[in-house]
């Protein structure tokens, strides 16, 4: 009687081994190879023969062809658009040493945030900060001509930019902690600008209010929808919140140009603005701005009081800077209870919102 038993099966009874299922090969290594019949070596190298090429075709290719087949068919970072803002950079003047350094985006974000505010703000604080620092610098950028030489002002007329031995030299032995906390925040909000109606505002900022931030129209004479006067309370516990300075006659005189006598007592007229600024005063008759007196006396901010006292005239001063824009100090206040950076830029700013710089600048990355 013929059996229809393959060499497979005669193999396995001999070996008293149970087939169990037609993938059994794994077993064969429970025994000597010598022992097996020769159809199992045959049928061993025939799988390696198989096998093989299959393996050798799926392992990874580290080529050099293989790497430019990547490029050419498209980056290996899918992240374009990151991509893409990493070749922005920002022609920063050096006043100091009249040169001019340049610096790529989110590095002169870096450095900005580090300079204009403290890095012992709460974090939501110094994100706020970043996307105004580049929101700005943006708003520049776009405005640029090629032709000419259009690099932006490291000073307070732009924004003060420190590079990072500057920083260091700022900072002493706190320089790491202070750079990674800034750069974080910075980070967090990568690429994130401020817009109204679709295009990059201009966000101005300064130090600490007096109660109240500035309409820009009362103080540089121009009217923006988003730089509107609000309410700003968190400063006025500060112990910087006033200031006196003292001027004699003569000072007085040289610095704002008027005509004093001696100790004769000088009328003072105040007119103030919504917010309490000073808008206009009046001494002897001779009118100037709030702005006027506070640049030439080189007054913390604009809403100040004026007393003399014989020959001496004392200025006491409430807040810090312009008053126009967001409050640094009233952004520390806001996050230390517990706003984020979004509520604290949609309430300095009216009406605005955040986007990418590609969705609201797609020009930008072409100039």
């Known amino acids: 009687m013929m059996h229809n038993k393959s060499p497979l099966d005669r193999y396995l009874k001999k070996y008293r081994l149970k087939r169990k299922s037609k ?3 794994h077993r064969y290594y429970q025994y000597p190879v010598r022992k097996a019949p020769s159809i199992i070596g045959i049928v061993l190298l025939l799988a390696v023969i198989v096998l093989l090429p299959a393996v050798i075709v799926s392992v990874p290719s580290t080529s050099k062809e293989s790497q430019e087949s990547k490029e050419v068919n498209g980056p290996i970072n899918e992240n374009s658009e990151e991509m893409e803002l990493n070749t922005v950079d920002v022609d920063v003047k050096r006043v100091d040493s009249g040169e001019t350094e340049r610096v790529p985006l989110e590095e002169y974000v ?3 945030v580090a300079s204009e505010m403290p890095a012992e703000f709460e974090k939501e604080a110094l994100k706020a900060q970043a996307i105004a620092a580049r929101t700005y610098v943006v708003n520049h ?28 030299r700022k900072w002493g032995k706190d320089f790491h902690w202070k750079l990674d906390k800034v750069s974080e925040a910075v980070a967090d909000t990568e690429n994130e600008i401020i817009t109204y109606e679709e295009e990059p505002i201009t966000p ?13 129209e009362d103080y540089w004479g121009n009217e923006l929808p988003y730089l509107k006067s ?29 005509s004093l006598n001696g100790n004769t007592q000088v009328p003072i007229e105040i007119n103030r603005t919504k917010s309490n600024r000073v808008s206009e005063i009046q001494f002897n008759e001779e009118s100037f701005s ?9 007054l913390r901010s604009n809403d100040f009081t004026v007393k003399q006292k014989d020959n001496h005239f004392i200025f006491t001063t409430k807040g810090f800077g312009h008053g126009v824009g967001m409050s640094q100090y009233g952004a520390n206040g806001m996050a230390e209870e517990g706003k984020n950076y979004k509520e604290i830029i949609q309430y300095y700013y009216q009406g605005v919102e955040l ?5 609201a600048t797609p020009t930008l990355v072409a100039k």
């Open 110 to 112: 870096t450095s900005v």
């Open 290 to 298: 709030g702005k006027d007196i506070r640049e030439k006396l080189d």
């Open 23 to 25: 993938n059994v090969y």
């Open 141 to 168: 950028l776009l405005h640029t001509d090629d032709d000419k030489d259009d690099a932006i002002s490291d000073q307070t007329d732009a924004q003060v930019y420190l590079d990072k031995d500057e920083l260091k």
């Open 204 to 216: 101005t900022f300064f130090s600490m209010s007096n109660g109240y931030t500035e309409d820009a």
């Open 230 to 258: 609000v309410e700003s309370k968190w400063e006025e516990d500060n112990p910087k919140f006033t200031e006196q300075k003292i001027f004699s006659a003569e000072e007085m005189a040289n610095k704002v140009g008027i």
């Open 355 to 359: 986007q990418t710089i590609k969705e």
